[in-house]
């Protein structure tokens, strides 16, 4: 055969260097059925993270509830007859701090007592004519409690009309509610996570419909069938990772969005009840790498269906081939 | 090179189209296959091609029982076999030498030692003025070599055309006719489905009739 390049010689009679521009890729790039998946991709792909960033800050959000709860415990002093209420709380004091497991005891002074009494009885009630029980705080140890027990028994012995109150009520209510918010969380986010990739699944089934026509060709050329199978799953790996990126890029802004705005609008009645609520808008470092793994599994779901698809579509061609009912006569 | 022998094929559970097919096609033979529209000629080209399977009969590709040949290793006897489809199912996206390389490409050849191959082939097919164009802006003649040069470009034992003259005028079937006795003296055997008589009697070759399923052979 001739030589299609022929050398630069410059001789003009020689035929001129044909340019050839590069190569087309196999599978083609962009078309409508393929920029309808990437948009799909990544709607469902924002939702999943949305989801995914809201479990994660519920999760946290009920866990500092949880702590922040568990981590301190009140006694209260009633007042007795011809008992001094003063004695009585620093008894109370230096008996509790001597347990281990307490980091701290305060007596809530008469002016705070005041105060919290104040929605009740007013500004200008006197502690004095009202029997009014006071109360340590005691911070303690969560991960090397105190003995509870013990402290009531000293305390019953020191101080009688003292009551230790353990938030055990409160805490195991709370931490029954934490699970649960976790538990509803995980299965919002599996049944997100399902439909995803169920919608990625049929999306890209429908995008690779399209091409049936290259794999006939692809097949009826000598193409084996994992050659036909990584081209696709590459092109489709690009157009999942794409979307889920998008997505996922999207969600994470969303949250540093709405972080953003509750610094800068934090004391403000909206602010407050937003962070009452939903706790802070910030996602921790689970958040982020949760964020990366939808994305990653969302590409992966997507390269996956195109190769199972590629497959499939084969297998009917060599299904046609077997059963000559799928033919044509001429 | 191929042998049938009583082979018959029915679609579903409707007549038999093909009825006990015995022939033989040896290597570097040139042989057209005729008959009246609807008799099964596409059905024996896809029988030859091996993309359907007989209802009964043997048939042997290369010395090979196609019953006993595995999905893995169907691609590779394929590549041994240049068919030219009636409606030359080219790729829209890829240009003229693109489309012509796709079956080296498939290969894992690279491109450097195909390019002048596939570039001096349009050539001979009279495409050198449009390698770089796509097919939607071809001609029907035009998309026809272009499906030819993409059977031929890596020398098959056996080139199956199916209806190559269809889209063509008639200066330009008897130049692709030349193409393919060229290619047959090169040692290609050549299977050619028409219902062109005109273009049948300008070659002394053998002649395949089909007519009611029925297979006549005229040496």
């Known amino acids: 055969m001739t030589d299609a390049n022929p050398a630069r010689t410059g001789d003009p009679r020689r035929p001129r260097p044909v340019v050839l521009r590069p190569m087309a890729p196999i599978v083609p790039r962009g078309n409508v059925s393929g920029s309808a998946l990437v948009i799909v991709i990544a709607i469902m792909s924002f939702l999943c993270c949305m989801t995914l960033g809201s479990v994660t800050m519920v999760r946290e959000t009920a866990e500092s509830w949880q702590g922040q709860i568990s981590r301190e415990i009140t006694i209260q002093v009633k007042p007795a007859d011809g008992a001094d209420m003063d004695l009585a709380l620093d008894s109370v004091r230096t008996s509790v701090l001597s347990f281990s497991g307490v980091l701290s005891a305060e007596i809530v002074d008469r002016a705070a007592t005041a105060r919290l009494l104040e929605p009740w009885l007013g500004s200008d009630f006197s502690m004095d004519d009202l029997p009014v029980p006071r109360l340590v705080i005691i911070t303690i140890d969560e991960t090397a409690p105190p003995d509870f027990g013990a402290i009531r028994q000293a305390l019953a012995e020191a101080v009688p009309q003292a009551a230790l109150d353990d938030h055990r009520a409160w805490t195991d209510r709370l931490i029954a509610m934490a699970r649960t918010t976790i538990v509803i969380g995980i299965a919002v986010l599996t049944l997100m996570l399902a439909t995803t990739m169920l919608t990625v699944i049929f999306a890209t089934r429908g995008a690779m419909a399209g091409n049936r026509h290259i794999i006939e060709v692809l097949h009826f050329v000598g193409a084996e069938s994992g050659f036909i199978a990584s081209q696709f799953q590459r092109r489709f790996l690009i157009i999942g990772l794409k979307g889920a990126s998008v997505g996922g890029c999207a969600a994470g802004l969303t949250f540093l969005a709405l972080s953003i705005w509750q610094q800068a609008s934090m004391a403000t009645p909206l602010a407050d009840q937003a962070s009452a609520l939903f706790g802070r808008f910030l996602l921790g470092g689970a958040g982020y790498v949760g964020i990366v793994f939808v994305i990653a599994l969302i590409a992966g779901m997507t390269a996956i269906t195109t190769r199972l698809t590629v497959i499939r579509t084969i297998r009917e061609i060599d299904r046609e081939r077997a059963d000559p009912s799928f033919g044509e006569l001429d | ?219």
């Open chain 2, 1 to 219: 090179m191929i042998h049938f022998e009583n082979v018959g094929l029915r679609y579903g559970m409707g007549p038999e189209v093909l009825r006990d097919l015995t022939f033989d096609i040896p290597k570097k033979s040139f042989q057209f296959l005729t008959g009246p529209s609807g008799a099964g000629k596409t059905t024996l080209m896809r029988l030859l091609f091996m993309s359907l399977h007989p209802t009964r009969g043997l048939i042997r590709m290369f010395d090979r029982d196609i019953s006993s040949i595995g999905r893995d290793e169907l691609p590779l006897l394929r590549r041994r076999i240049g068919i030219v489809f009636q409606d030359f199912r080219l790729l829209d996206h890829m240009t003229t030498y693109e489309n012509v390389s796709l079956p080296l490409r498939v290969r894992g050849k690279d491109e450097s030692t195909y390019r002048s191959d596939v570039i001096e082939l349009l050539k001979w097919v009279g495409l050198g003025e449009r390698i770089n164009v796509l097919p939607p802006v071809l001609s029907g003649g035009e998309k026809q070599r272009v499906a030819i040069a993409r059977a031929l470009i890596d020398q098959p034992e056996i080139l199956l055309a199916d209806e190559p003259t269809g889209n063509v005028d008639p200066p330009m079937a008897q130049r692709l006719l030349s193409l393919f006795i060229e290619l047959n003296r090169l040692g290609t055997a050549v299977v050619i489905a028409t219902h062109d008589l005109t273009l049948m009697d300008k070659v002394d070759a053998r002649r395949m009739i089909l007519s009611e399923g029925r297979l006549d052979i005229y040496d």
